[in-house]
């Protein structure tokens, strides 16, 4: 069985993984929207890494708990070694085109809106569930506005 302590381990891991690659992508992309866009998504991921990491006390929920003990560890970190959660800096960078780098992202950001929308039924916190709603709300605006992007071209 896992506990809330190793989902927000886990959770705090995804965010600071992006917020990394993103960095890295900022660094090494010739283009200034793109660069501005990667350092935004950056603060993004470490404002979410900082709240997690902040989180005390939360609870899973009796249905919750059950079904982590079914599931266990072992296919909790397949999930987030998946390669669709480990958004890479460097492949970020060498995109292609920004379209290429637009779809990096987004696809980073609908895994994470998945993990986190299960890690929220598992929760049995009121307060916390409020605050991960916020996050998901925010990670599906990072969505929108990637994939606005990438309706108008890359733009």
């Known amino acids: 069985m896992f506990t809330f302590d190793d989902i927000r ?11 990394s690659a993103y960095r890295r992508a900022a660094a090494r992309v010739d283009d200034p929207r793109l660069a501005e866009l990667f350092r935004w998504m950056a603060e993004e991921e470490q404002r979410h890494g900082r709240y997690f990491a902040g989180i005390k ?3 899973l ?18 999930m987030v070694k998946d390669q669709t959660f480990s958004l890479d800096g460097d ?32 929760i049995d ?24 992007m990438l309706d108008d071209g890359g733009a």
């Open 9 to 19: 381990a886990i959770a705090v891991q995804i965010e600071n993984n992006g917020e």
């Open 57 to 59: 006390g939360a609870r």
């Open 61 to 78: 929920a009796e249905a919750g708990a059950e079904a982590a003990q079914r599931m266990g560890r072992e296919l909790l970190q397949e």
């Open 91 to 122: 492949d970020l960078a060498a995109a292609v085109d920004i379209s290429a780098a637009l779809r990096q992202s987004l696809a980073f950001e609908e895994d994470t809106i998945l993990f986190y929308q299960f890690l929220s039924d598992l």
């Open 125 to 148: 916190d009121a307060v916390v569930k409020e605050q991960l709603a916020a996050i998901i709300t925010e990670e599906r605006r990072h969505v929108t506005l990637l994939a606005g």
